[in-house]
């Protein structure tokens, strides 16, 4: 990679996934800053000459070590960090996908820069310290579920709704 992740020169593009298997949602434990030890969805940065797409398949099979096709955009945002001393430690410009599995995939196994990987259902996401989501986490996986209803697919039974 050029560039230091860490306060960095220039942004960098990263990618993350909202990938929705049976009322559940693919979390990964973050081995690395930023976010270190912290459940997030898979993802990570843009490697240069590579499309947002090749992005998101390559880095959720370098975590998870599942094949992934991406649907549709669902939100682009900055994620911005200051360090003690007030000058950016972290500046990622973030465009996060919901994607659906390949044929025959289900079973993950934490790989790269990653601790653990796992199903987690919805519903859990409520109730269980370990899964305890940054805001703008929660949100991007509500919209991934909105994002199903609208093209069809079928939302379980428990809705939709993840607590703020």
Known sequence: MAGSREYPSAPIAGVGAVVIEDASILLVRRAQ?????????PGGAVELGETLEEAIA???????????????ILKTFDRIERGANGG????????????????G?????????????QWAPIEILRHRKEFILPEWTRAVIEQ?????QELGTPIPSSGIVLPT
Request: proline residues 7%; hydrophobic residues 50%; contains cysteine.
């Open 58 to 72: 390559r880095e959720v099979r370098e975590e998870t070590g599942l094949a992934i096709v991406p649907i549709s």
């Open 144 to 148: 991934g579920w909105i994002r199903l």
């Open 88 to 103: 950016v430690r972290f500046h990622f410009i973030l465009v996060d996908f919901l994607c659906s599995l390949e044929a």
């Open 33 to 41: 800053p930023p976010l270190l030890g912290e459940w997030s969805i």
């Open 105 to 117: 995939q289900k079973s993950p196994r934490a790989a790269s820069d990653v601790s653990a990987v």
